[in-house]
């Protein structure tokens, strides 16, 4: 609870209201208890998205606004109405709502636990967002076949490393080229918990294409070296693809070159015209301000 304080009390878009904030975490700890099923609660530009105890991919948000301000803030800015986000590693939909529902972006979500999956799928229905996303129930890796995911780790379920035993279940995965075939994405997000450069193997074609104008990825070395990987490897791939890494201001919707200590990283190909899109963006509306 002090951990969840302080990261409430310091985010970024708490500034200038951190005693409400905390009024939300009292709020939610209290209700939550009382109401152990999901619940909604407001997002993003009139937007809302189910939680309960335990999904801190949707807590986080009602804390703050936006749990990942620079990259939340990254897609908001990026995407246009009609625009196609994938959203690999979906979880229960925060940046899917984001996109699918704030934006009016098309959405291809991608997400493996079942359970998470449902949660998914509620939060496209909350929103009315049955004809612009299309849910998918399978991970990606660069070959198609089937893999076991973790299930009770909320954020980090991931795929079993080799040896690795816990709870978990067996699930159909693809490669990213054969999912989206020629409807090739805007944008990607892609947070796999360490299985990223497997499914970079899978995504030639379509990142090697001028259509993927950026590509927001976890890139933290811990979850990596389980499948015997590194950052590193995927700082490569992505410049043999053309692209480069950069962080993002959501304040002043401007990249900025890229200088490590982040667990997520941008990567641009052509930044000049990725730099007109996030200028000329509409202002969003949140819970605890606008971005």
Known sequence: MLNLLDYVWNHPLNAHGRLPALWRVLRWQITSQLMPDLIAFPYVGGTRLFAARGLTGATGNWYCGLHEVAEMGFVLHLLRPGDHFLDVGANVGSYTVLAGGAVGARVTAVEPVPETFAVLQRNVALNGLGERVRSCQAGLSGETGTLRFSIDLDTMNHVLADGEVC?????????????????????????????????????????????????????????????????????????????????????????????????????????????????????????????
């Open 167 to 291: 709870p978990s279940v067996e699930v159909p995965v693809f490669r990213l080229d054969d999912l989206v075939g020629d409807d090739v994405p805007t944008l990607i997000k892609m947070d796999v918990e360490g299985h990223e450069l497997a499914v970079l193997r899978g995504a030639h074609a379509t990142l090697t294409g001028p259509g993927v104008l950026a590509v927001v990825m976890e890139i933290g070395d811990g979850s990596a070296r389980r499948y015997g990987a590194n950052a590193g490897e995927l700082f490569v791939a992505m410049r043999e693809f053309g692209f480069s890494p950069f962080r993002y201001d959501p304040f002043e919707r401007r990249l900025m070159d890229w200088a490590g200590g982040s667990a997520n990283a941008i990567f641009v190909r052509d930044r000049a015209a990725i730099g007109a899109r996030l200028g000329s963006a509409p202002v969003f509306k949140l819970v605890n301000g606008e971005i």
